[in-house]
């Protein structure tokens, strides 16, 4: 099975700020990965697919990047909206996983 | 536009038995790949299940294996997951979710229901 390791598991920025979260597969998933943002309460959303394709809809500051084992997902100048709980996935193969989860605080 | 309503939470004791359903609306439902996800209380996502389109291929995380049963009427637009044996652990909120590619599985989940909170408990 394909374990998924997403740091930081919190991080405290400003509105404004510009972010990074890191995703790191077990084993090589070629470009399987996808970025979600979840809101207390809310169903899950899709930020960024196949790695670094922004979903329709999602605002700019958000991007992807990586393949292979190690994958980023940058928020550019964050917005009050965005202090909540990210979480990488692999789709590579089942069984499918997600990473830990990364909930950004507002400092 | 697209929905995905779960339904069939509630609490239930251990090594009962409970079926939740999701009904969609708003896409071709038998043309996609369907998942169920779950949120533990205070934990993270937990993919559970898979469907594909036409019901020929079922996957299982380790944790339901055995226990889960994933099916699909697309008569009805509507995905079931059939749990068995049901544990505390399994007490969580339970959301459907939707391929994003038709005809595949392996992309990303575009749209995602609301969720149903499944609690086992004596």
């Known amino acids: 099975d394909i374990r998924m390791t997403q740091s930081p598991s919190s991080l405290s920025a400003s509105v404004g700020d510009r972010v990074t979260i890191t995703c790191r597969a077990s084993?090589?998933?070629?470009?399987?990965l996808n970025w979600y943002r979840h809101k207390p309460g809310k169903a899950p959303e899709v930020l960024i697919y196949?790695?670094?394709n922004l979903q329709s809809g999602v605002p700019s500051r958000f991007s992807g990047s990586g393949s292979g084992t190690d994958f980023t997902l940058t928020i550019n100048s964050l917005q009050p909206e965005d202090f909540v709980t990210y979480y990488c996935?692999?789709?590579?193969?089942?069984?499918?996983?997600f990473g830990a989860g990364t909930n950004v605080e507002i400092k | 536009q697209v929905q995905l309503v779960e339904s069939g939470g509630g609490v239930v004791q251990p090594g009962r038995s409970l079926r939740l359903s999701c009904a969609v609306s708003?896409?071709?439902?038998?043309?996609?790949?369907m998942h169920w996800v779950r949120q533990a209380p205070g934990k993270g996502l937990e993919w559970v299940a898979v469907?594909?389109?036409?019901?020929?291929?079922?996957y299982y995380a380790d944790s339901v294996k055995g226990r889960f049963t994933v099916s699909r009427d697309n008569s009805k637009n509507t995905l079931y997951l059939q749990m068995s044996s049901l544990r505390a652990e399994d007490t969580a909120v339970y959301y459907c979710?939707?391929?994003?590619?038709?005809?595949?599985?392996?992309?990303?989940?575009?749209?995602w229901g609301q969720g149903t909170l499944v609690t086992v408990s004596s």
């Open positions: 979710a939707k391929e994003g590619t038709a005809y595949d599985l392996g992309g990303d989940f575009d749209y």
């Open positions: 708003g896409f071709t439902f038998s043309s996609y790949g």
């Open positions: 469907i594909s389109y036409d019901g020929s291929n079922k």
């Open positions: 084993r090589n998933i070629d470009n399987f």
């Open positions: 196949y790695a670094s």
């Open positions: 996935q692999q789709t590579y193969n089942a069984p499918l996983s």
